[in-house]
């Protein structure tokens, strides 16, 4: 029997101690709690705004966050460092601190005399939970910006030297007259291009400088704004639960503020409230009323507000969360309903402006050339910039829009010690014996016991270097991303290797790209296949599971309220097969079984799976489970999450099944008219342009068409269409599952697609 899965390896956060027996330590587990604290952003600045300096009896949790974000400087926040390095950045910090110090020495009066026309960036600041005062912002600001500035100026004099010295002036610049009293300017007009350029690029970039300054406030308090709205459903249910089972208000808040990896923002806004009461000594009224104020979040300023009501009136708190959390759910539906509308907005957009519009431009393109009135630097445009750049702005906009958590959750904590290191007794490994001395009987027993020390090392050795061998596919399994170390190196040597057998038949220029086009291709293939195809089987394990746990949790609800614990309805589920979770629930008993606890077992499941739905949910029955123990109702609730959960993505993938489709008809067609233009319309003009070109040589005269390059522009088309495949299929992902990786899939096929469609009908690419 195992105790540790072999997908748990880097699940679990725990440290450990040994415990002796027979005077050696033994590796073995304990249920000594040692869940590290996460660390407080530091907030001084923040904090000396917002209240006054009176500590309360509580505070000493924040308090020693506080002070050893004061002294991270002379303890060694720069770790593992030493030395010259060390000293070198220790007095490059401190000299940049004095230097961004000297604007607000200058016109930190002038900034604070102007501290209305500044309001709005005060607000930001504190909604952005940036701890600087605003005069301090205000003034690095303006010295990264004269710094930007004193940048451009240099830049400037590189230009202005490279434009006058090595590319060389026109004789006329501008179309400005000069009389005869002012034409000796003309003599300097090096000296004011000179100027100008320098000028120019300073204002340029330092007042762009200055501007992203005054902007980030606003960027980052947005950022947080949408992350609150996202995780404010699931805290509310969480504070729900934990009020219901009988815990008050004041412990609810801790709980939460710990549960920053789970809730987020959520748990920074619930910790400023914290905060306030155990470091400045506040009521709850008053924190939750400075917190409602400086919150970047209407819905949670409006959360904050009628709980201040409802604690007034002396009204029902887990009544209050109920109708909260039941509010938010409908309002997750309709909020779901009106992000489908806008993803379907954005897939005809993307239709019409980056696969419709850019085939319209390339017809008219090439008749404008045909026709002796135009140039390729409009189709290489298009090509090359326009639709690449184009689909990456509208994969970042739908990603900005996403109301759902991307990525994998953080790994929860747990308390007791797993620690599966064997490492010898010291007083084993310093054993000492002397051959010519007499047996002793002690000695002879340590001997025979280092040796079974040494044996049992070796068999762990051994033990892992099987599983390794047995599953060597684990580590690409649960990060599909590692996979690119072996893939990317493998399709460039492929490369590499191909040029050098064949780079002696690459006799021109034409030759050259067309065989760098092949070998490209088949490179990205060998790269992202792998990539895609792991990602895909690791979302399917994913998705079947994700559809089973909230019929899980709805069984732990059901057996718990005919009296039977969490361990009890845990072995009662072990023994059944209910499908892809069923391993997983009898790796949970395993655990159990093995002496760990109940919540422990439940957060190395959660980390197994490693989806937020089911983070979500661990971290709710844990918490009601040291609280109270009555996890009841918790259960339901977390069933009813997982439940609306699994919802939402069903409803978003039905709904998005037809813009994919329409994604893959439009690419067909852009495919599609880019082969009959290249394969029927240009080969005829082609012939046309060569025989009109003869005919004008022999008569004299000559058309508006003549002969041009019909590689070149098989080539460009080859191109084009691989583009709007690959780029394609990233929006097909990213709107129909919220991933870029999910995108690579559809990639791949449009890719494929163009590929076969030029080289067995078009050719010559």
């Not at 710094?147 to 590189?158: E, K, Q, R």
């Amino acid at each position: 029997m195992e105790l540790q899965d072999g997908e748990v390896g880097s699940a679990i956060r725990t440290e450990g101690a040994d415990e002796e027996k027979g005077g050696l330590k033994l590796p073995s587990m304990s249920d000594t709690p040692v869940l590290a604290e996460q660390p407080l952003e530091p907030e001084l600045h923040e904090l000396m705004e917002e209240g006054d300096s009176e500590t309360g009896e509580g505070g000493n949790r924040h308090e020693m966050k506080i002070l050893s974000t004061i002294g991270e400087d002379s303890e060694g926040a720069e770790y593992g460092k030493s030395g010259a390095l060390d000293e070198f950045t220790k007095q490059f910090h401190h000299w940049l601190r004095l230097f961004v110090m000297v604007p607000f020495v200058v016109l930190g009066d002038r900034i604070r005399a102007q501290a209305a026309q500044y309001r709005d960036l005060r607000i930001k600041l504190r909604q952005a939970r940036i701890p600087v005062s605003y005069e301090m912002y205000v003034s690095s600001s303006l010295f990264y910006s004269v710094v930007a500035g004193i940048i451009g100026a240099i830049l400037g004099l590189v230009i202005s030297f490279v434009v006058i010295r090595v590319i060389g002036l026109p004789d006329k610049i501008t179309k400005l007259t000069f009389s005869e009293s002012t034409a000796w300017l003309i003599d300097y007009k090096w000296l004011f291009l000179t100027l100008f350029i320098i000028v120019f690029l300073s204002i340029v970039l330092g007042g762009i400088v200055y501007i992203l300054f005054l902007l980030y406030p606003s960027f980052k308090a947005s950022g947080r704004k949408g992350d609150i709205d996202r995780n404010l459903p699931y805290a509310v249910t969480f504070m729900y639960a934990l009020s219901n089972g009988g815990m008050n208000i004041v412990e609810i808040f801790r709980s939460l503020a710990e549960c920053k990896d789970t809730y987020g923002e959520v748990a920074n806004e619930v910790d400023t409230i914290v905060r306030d009461m155990e470091y400045f000594g506040h009521d709850l009224r008053t924190a939750l009323r400075n917190t409602s104020e400086s919150t970047p979040s209407a819905k949670f300023q409006d959360l904050t507000h009628n709980l201040l009501a409802v604690i007034d009136s002396g009204g029902d708190i887990p009544k209050y969360f109920k109708d909260k959390s039941d509010q938010y759910l409908k309002e997750a539906i309709i909020d779901q309903k009106g992000y489908l509308e806008t993803l379907g907005l954005i897939a005809e957009s993307y239709v019409t402006a980056f696969v419709a519009g850019p085939l319209f431009v390339i017809i008219m393109g090439v008749m404008m050339v045909l026709m002796g009135s135009g140039n390729d630097m409009m189709l290489y445009a298009i090509i090359y910039a326009v639709i690449p750049v184009g689909s990456v702005m509208f994969v970042v906009m739908i990603d900005m829009l996403s109301p759902s958590a991307s990525g994998n959750p953080a790994l929860l904590n747990t308390r007791a010690k797993l620690d599966h290191e064997v490492v010898m007794p010291p007083e084993l490994v310093h054993l000492k014996t002397d051959k010519n001395a007499s047996a002793d009987p002690d000695t002879e027993q340590l001997l025979v016991l280092k040796k079974m020390w040494a044996r049992f090392i070796k068999s762990k050795q051994t033990l892992a270097v099987r599983q390794t061998l047995k599953d060597p596919l684990k580590f690409v399994k649960l990060q599909p991303a590692n996979v690119l170390l072996v893939s990317a190196p493998a399709a460039l040597i492929v490369v590499a290797v191909a040029y050098l057998t064949h780079r002696h038949e690459l006799l021109s220029f034409n030759l050259t790209v067309n065989f760098l086009d092949d070998y490209l291709v088949y490179a990205a293939y060998i790269a992202l296949v792998p990539l895609a195809f792991f990602h895909e089987k690791k979302m399917a394990r994913e998705r079947k599971l994700q559809k089973q746990v909230p019929d899980f949790l709805g069984r732990m609800a059901s057996t718990n309220e005919t009296g039977m614990t969490i361990r009890d309805s845990i072995k009662l589920m072990a023994k059944s097969d209910t499908g892809a979770i069923s391993r997983q629930i009898k790796l949970v008993w395993k655990d159990i079984d093995w002496g760990l606890d109940v919540n422990d077992a439940l957060t190395r499941f959660a980390n197994r799976i490693r989806t937020h739905v089911v983070a979500r949910s661990i971290t709710l029955i844990t918490r009601a489970n040291e609280s109270s123990g009555d996890v009841g109702e918790v259960l339901s609730v977390a069933a009813r999450d997982a439940e609306t959960e699994q919802t939402l993505r069903k409803e978003r993938a039905m709904n998005m099944m037809i813009y994919i489709v329409i994604i893959y008809i439009s690419f067909v067609v852009f495919v599609g008219v880019i082969y009959v233009i290249t394969d029927s319309f240009l080969t005829q003009m082609a012939i046309a342009g060569e025989e009109m070109e003869a005919s004008g040589a022999a008569g004299g005269g000559g058309g508006f068409l003549g002969a041009f390059d019909l590689d070149s522009y098989k080539r460009m088309f080859f191109h084009a269409s691989l583009i709007q495949g690959f780029c394609s299929g990233l929006i097909a992902g990213v709107m129909g599952e919220g991933s870029v990786m999910s995108g690579l899939k559809h990639s791949m096929i449009m890719m494929t697609v163009a590929l076969l469609i030029f080289k067995l009908a078009v050719g010559g690419v």
